[in-house]
Structures are given as C-alpha cells and as structure tokens.
C-alpha cells in the first residue's frame, strides 16, 4: 500500500521548464529523505537532488546547481523539482525514493544508498 507516485514529465524545447512532483500514498513523509533520480537511456541511473525530512538540507548534482531547486510540502505529502533552463542532456525517467531517518538533516543523493521506497518514474524529453 506504501507508494511513491512522479507526476509532471512531458516534451520540452531547450531551455524551457517542468515541475515535477512526488506524491506520497500509504503513508506521510515527515520523517522520509527524499531523494531524486534519472537514468537516460544506456546510462546508469544518477543522483540528481535530494532534500532531508526538515527540509533544512538539500544537495544537487553539479550539472543541474542553479537550474533545479527541490522542495517538499509535508502537509500536501509531497516533494517537487522545479526545474528550469533545461538541456537535452538532462533527457530521461525521473524517479523520487524515500527512505525513513529520524535524522532531520540527513540527505541522500547517491542511488546505491538503500533507499527504501521507489517510484515507478516519468519521463522527461528535452528537445527541440
């Protein structure tokens, strides 16, 4: 019953902007590091974001610092990436995962980290 549900993939040209969401059934994310994903075709998957349960930290990738930002709305039992300015590299499925910690400041971006729950992805094209 526990799930972790990505909206918001679609086609966009370079340049342009999705938000994608992350929306948690079964249970509540108060105390669950989000982290997300992506894996481009042929590419190992990669940590791309990852924000802890307090929201007090949040890491990036270097290739997407000062384009991505992540967040998450407890009550709405939900996280976001905003992404802007996007490149046809940033191309593939987007997945969030979640793994509970009552540590409030921990984050974890790497994919081989243990995280416990995964969503099924989206897909995110960039291209013109």
């Known amino acids: 019953q526990l799930q972790l549900v990505e909206s918001g993939g679609g086609l966009v040209q370079p340049g342009g902007s999705l938000r994608l969401s992350c929306a948690a059934s079964g249970f509540t994310l108060d105390y669950y590091v989000i982290g997300w994903f992506r894996q481009a075709p042929g590419k190992e998957r990669q940590g791309v974001s990852c924000?802890?349960?307090?929201?007090?930290?949040?890491n990036y990738v270097d290739s997407v610092k000062g384009r991505f930002t992540i967040s998450r709305d407890n009550a709405k039992n939900t996280v976001y990436l905003q992404m802007n300015s996007l490149k046809p590299e940033d191309t593939g499925v987007y997945y969030c995962?979640?793994?509970?910690?009552?540590?409030?400041?921990?984050?974890?971006?790497?994919?081989?980290?243990?995280?416990?729950?995964w969503g099924k992805g989206t897909l995110v094209t960039v291209s013109s």
């Open positions: 995962a979640a793994v509970f910690t009552t540590n409030r400041r921990l984050c974890i971006m790497s994919p081989f980290s243990g995280m416990e729950y």
């Open positions: 924000i802890s349960t307090s929201g007090i930290t949040t």
